[in-house]
């Protein structure tokens, strides 16, 4: 079976553009999560989406948004890219929304510069 | 506030001895708590995960201490092998609507040969 997929796996961008990320939740997973990792420290939430409404939200600016699709996968997007969001972004899948076992995706290691 | 916390942030055992990774939160209303697992450039592996309405729970080689009256969470792995290296984080779900997991900072584990 197929676990939780993020693409792509690494990626380059410069100061101010935009980028796209991308996760495809376990089958049959309805909720997504999206964290942000910076080096030497734990995984930042940064949104989770149920049954493609969001459901929760963490401390971010507006330049990170997403959606989930019809068939649960989801996007991650950030405008106006800044040095200081370099990180592994990690996309988690779970069943439901709250207090069920969320399984981690490999994440998209972005590098702004 | 909502924080997770490690007492140690490196672990160095030796193979084939118990390791037991200690984790503090402050949230008393975290009512479900798991361990992952994390090697060097991949995602956040579950481990294993305990609700609060139980003091322990085992799995294969682990074992989850949860301790609500001084709000401490332990993971126990028995006879530690090479593979077990790898940073390790405690992760809580406070019930603050968000269904958000919050990581610590992580524990390395070191398993010498």
């Known amino acids: 079976d197929a676990g939780v997929t993020q693409s792509p796996t690494h990626l380059i961008k410069t100061r101010g553009q935009h980028v796209t990320l991308r996760c495809s939740p376990i089958s049959g997973h309805k909720s997504v999560s999206w964290y942000q990792q ?3 420290q734990g995984p930042q939430f940064i ?11 963490g401390n971010f600016p507006d330049r990170f948004s997403a959606r989930q699709f019809p068939n649960y996968s989801s996007e991650l997007n950030v405008n106006a890219l800044l040095l200081g969001d370099s990180a592994l972004y990690l996309c988690a899948s779970s069943l439901a929304g709250k207090n069920t076992e969320a399984f981690f995706g490999q994440g998209t290691r972005l590098t702004v510069v | 506030g909502e924080s997770v ?5 490196t672990l160095s055992v030796q193979e084939g001895d118990n390791s037991i990774i ?3 939160y402050s949230n008393s209303a975290s009512d479900y708590f798991i361990w992952y697992k994390q090697e060097s450039g991949k995602g956040p592996q579950f481990i294993i995960d305990i609700r609060s309405n139980m003091d322990k729970r085992q799995g294969q080689r682990v074992t989850v201490l949860l301790n609500k ?13 090479p593979g077990d290296s790898a940073v390790y984080f405690c992760a809580e779900n406070p019930d603050t609507g968000r269904r958000a ?3 610590g900072s992580g524990t390395r584990l070191q398993v010498q040969p």
Do not use: D
Request: hydrophobic share 35%; proline share 3%.
């Open chain 2, 101 to 103: 997991l919050t990581f």
């Open chain 2, 5 to 9: 916390g490690l007492h140690l942030p």
């Open chain 1, 47 to 57: 949104f989770q989406y149920y049954e493609k409404e969001e459901r929760g939200r």
């Open chain 2, 69 to 81: 009256t001084v709000k401490h969470l332990s993971l126990q792995i028995a006879a530690t092998q």
């Open chain 2, 22 to 24: 200690n984790c503090a």
């Open chain 1, 38 to 40: 910076v080096l030497g």
